[in-house]
């Protein structure tokens, strides 16, 4: 997820407006929408949140599109929640059995999109084999944290930094 320096990905009310920032990194890399293609063309299939979805539900009823083409999306809820697409199924229960029985065998690269109760479920759970934390340049002082309940140490390995020309920082770490 994309976060702000303080470790927030969303305000406490759920908006991501700070998520527009100006900055200017001089020298850092430009992501071209080539490569993003590229690269989201190495997921197979995303879990979410519902209140994530319902930020992407918002965001499609407001004409910005669906972010996540026609891979399959498995979104987390106890509740009864709008289908917007045939793509789309929601799970409710046990999420490392999910995610080992039902998950695993049938998709290589699963994309957690968030938010910060499911990052927070996946890595406490042993699910996470790679974190991808950015970071923006704009502190927001409160908001719902990167990782939700996190009641354990979670030793990583940082695999590779990407500064961008935005002044996004993008870390990926593999978990150890
Ligand atoms: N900055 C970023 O890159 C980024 C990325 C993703 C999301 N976000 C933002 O983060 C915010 C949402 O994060 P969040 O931490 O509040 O919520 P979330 O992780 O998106 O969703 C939490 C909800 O998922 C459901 N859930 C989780 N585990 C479940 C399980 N095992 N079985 C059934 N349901 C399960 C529960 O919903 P029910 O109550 O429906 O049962 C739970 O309340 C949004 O504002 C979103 O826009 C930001």
Redesign the pocket.
């Known amino acids: 997820?994309?976060?702000s320096l303080d470790g927030f990905?969303?305000r406490k009310d759920?908006s991501?407006d700070w998520?527009e920032t100006s900055d200017e990194f001089v020298g850092g890399e430009t992501l071209s929408p080539g490569s993003v293609e590229a690269f989201l063309a190495t997921i197979d299939c995303y879990v979410?949140?519902?209140?994530?979805y319902e930020?992407a539900l918002n965001f499609a009823s407001k004409g910005f599109g669906w972010s996540y083409g026609d891979k399959p999306t498995f979104v987390?809820?106890?509740?009864q929640l709008p289908r917007i697409r045939d793509t789309v199924e929601f799970?409710?229960?046990?999420?490392e059995q999910f995610v080992n029985r039902r998950l695993r065998p049938r998709f290589r690269a699963i994309w957690f999109?968030?938010?910060?109760?499911?990052?927070g479920?996946c890595v406490r759970l042993g699910l996470a084999d790679e974190i991808r934390y950015s970071i923006l340049p704009i502190l927001i002082g409160d908001g719902?944290p990167f990782f939700?309940k996190l009641d354990t140490d979670v030793a990583l390995h940082l695999a590779e930094v990407t500064a961008y020309v935005s002044g996004m920082v993008e870390l990926r770490y593999e978990v150890r």
């Open positions: 997820m994309v976060a990905i969303a759920g991501v998520l979410m949140g519902s209140r994530t930020t987390l809820t106890r509740r799970y409710s229960g046990d999420l999109v968030g938010g910060g109760v499911v990052a479920e719902v939700e």
